[in-house]
C-alpha cells in the first residue's frame, strides 16, 4: 500500500511531476525539461532524481511506463516514468498553492500582473 504525498511537495518532486504530466519521460528527458523550464536554477543530479523517483513511486505519485513507440536509446535501456492520477492532483494542488503565493506577491506590487 503506497505511503501517499506528504502534504506539501518538495520544490523538486513538483517540478518532476510537472515535468510528466504531459507524457512519459526518461531521467534524462526530466532533468533537461526541469533545467529548462527553471532557467537552470534547478538541476537535478541522478542521485537526487532517482532517489526522488523511488520515493515518489512508493508515495504513489509515478510509475514506470513502457518506452514509446519507436523509441532508440543510444545506448543502455533508460526507464520511463510517468505521473499516475494520485501524482497529477498532487501536482496540480502544489500548482495551485504556488499560484494563491503569486497573487498575493501581485497584490503588494512586487511582480506587475499580467
Known amino acids: 500500500m503506497p ?12 517540478q518532476i511531476l510537472l515535468s510528466l504530466a504531459d507524457e512519459p519521460r526518461h531521467g534524462l ?5 526541469v533545467a529548462e523550464r527553471t532557467r537552470g536554477r534547478l538541476r537535478l543530479w541522478p542521485g537526487v532524481l532517482y532517489t526522488a523517483l523511488k520515493k515518489m513511486t ?17 545506448g543502455g ?3 520511463f516514468f510517468r505521473i499516475t492520477p494520485a501524482g497529477r492532483r498532487a501536482c496540480a494542488d502544489e500548482a495551485t498553492y504556488w499560484s494563491s503565493v503569486v497573487a498575493a506577491a501581485r497584490a503588494k506590487r512586487l511582480i506587475k500582473a499580467r
Open 77 to 79: 535501456k533508460p526507464r
Open 58 to 74: 512508493e508515495a504513489g505519485l509515478v510509475a514506470e511506463a513502457h518506452p514509446p513507440r519507436g523509441f532508440s536509446a543510444a
Open 3 to 14: 505511503d501517499g504525498p506528504p502534504a506539501s511537495l518538495p520544490p523538486h518532486w513538483f
Open 29 to 33: 528527458g526530466i532533468t533537461d525539461e
